[in-house]
Structure formats: C-alpha cells, structure tokens
C-alpha cells in the first residue's frame, strides 16, 4: 500500500468520529456471505429502489410536479458496494483497518438498483446530490469511482467537512446538508440510504432505508 493510501486510510478511521463509532452488526461473516450470495440482499435492495423509482415519478409529472425536485444519495453500502472488497479481503466481520482500505481503492462497483435510481432521477430531471460521511479529503477517488461505477452526468457531492469534528452521530452533519440542500430551493422527494443516520433529522419527503448486514454508523 502507498504512503497516501495509508495517510487516507488512518484519516479515514480516526478522523472521522462517525466512521471510528461505526461497529460490526453482530452477524457472522458466513452469515454475510449467505446473505449476498442467496440474491437476498439484491432483492431488499432493488424493492427499495422500485418504490423510490415510483414516488420519484408520481412527483415529477401532473399537477403534483415539483418545481425543483432532488434526489439524495448515500454512497457506501448504497451506491457503490464494497462487499466485493471485503469478502476478498477478508474484512467479514466488519474491521475499520480493511474496510477504510477498501474504500480508497476506489475500485467498488455501483449498486445497480441505486444506479438505476441515479438515472431515472437524472432523466425526469432531478438533481441528485450525494452526501457521504467520508471525508472531503477523498473527493477526487470518490468522483473516479462513482465514475467507473457508472454515476455520470450532472450531481453534486457532499463529503464530510474537516470542521465536522465532535459529533459521533452523523444525524447532524447529514441533515444539515440536506437542509442546505433545500435553501437552494430544491425539493427533495427522496433519500436513501443504508443506515437510519442517513435517514432521520428530515428534509426528505420519502426515505428508503437499504439493508446492511456488515457494519452500523450512529
Ligand atoms: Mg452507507
């Protein structure tokens, strides 16, 4: 591993209080496994998604049409799937060391029911934004591998400001930037993400709250 690698990946597990609070969710590593390889995991998933897909379309035509609607995006666990990674790794159950390891490989692939949200949303002319809690030290990785993964086109992203120092929960940093979000004027009609604390402190119409059987973040 480079140097810079090992740098990002010590920021990564210590800077960031929220990824340092994060902890394994108790199920053991074939447990896991089962759980990815059975098509279980993939069908949670994609029914998420598909309700997304459905009430993005109820409020982007007719009448119920919102002005400017947006659409909000976890990345880890949500858009891009670092499974793959762990299980080669060796990371099962949840390590912090191998798993910030396999983040800055930037090499994971897109959850394709998410991405499949991602360009639906974009086509209906939704402006989605990403809000991750990994660090804005890792922007430039981050944009290649949601790139390679297939996110394209127009979107913003929100990393996990430096100044985001003391909170253990990443409740306030993430519905802070959805606030921030709405002050633009946009709307946003839905939020997905794996973990409640991508979900909760508002500022979304709909939530869809993915499964995660690796890891939980306060
Ligand atoms: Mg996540």
Redesign the pocket.
């Known amino acids: 591993m480079k140097i810079g690698l090992i740098v990002i990946t010590v920021l990564l597990a210590l800077a960031v209080p929220a990824l340092a609070a994060t902890s394994p969710t108790g199920k053991s590593a074939a447990g896991i496994r089962a759980y990815y390889s059975s098509g279980d995991w993939n069908r949670a998933v994609k029914q998420q998604a598909d309700k997304a897909k459905a009430y993005i379309a109820k409020r982007t035509k007719g009448k119920r049409a919102a002005k400017k609607p947006a659409l909000v995006l976890?990345?880890?666990?949500?858009s891009l799937n670092n499974y793959p990674c762990l299980d080669r790794k060796d990371g099962l159950p949840y390590q912090p060391a191998v798993y910030a390891g396999c983040v800055v490989e930037f090499k994971a692939p897109a959850i394709k029911p998410v991405l499949s949200v991602f360009k639906f949303a974009q086509k209906r002319h939704v402006h989605v934004v990403f809000i991750t809690?990994r660090p804005e030290a890792i922007r430039d990785g981050t944009l290649d591998n949601l790139k390679a993964a297939g996110f394209k086109g127009k979107y913003d992203l929100v990393l996990q400001p430096p100044s985001h120092g003391g909170d253990a929960s990443m409740v306030p940093y993430k519905s802070g930037a959805r606030r921030q979000v709405q002050k633009r004027g946009y709307k946003i009609l839905a939020n997905l993400?794996?973990?409640r604390s991508?979900l909760n402190g508002g500022y979304s119409e709909r939530t869809y709250k993915l499964p995660?059987v690796i890891y939980r973040?306060p």
Request: aromatic share 0%.
């Open positions: 976890d990345i880890d666990e949500t809690g993400g794996d973990q991508d995660n973040t």
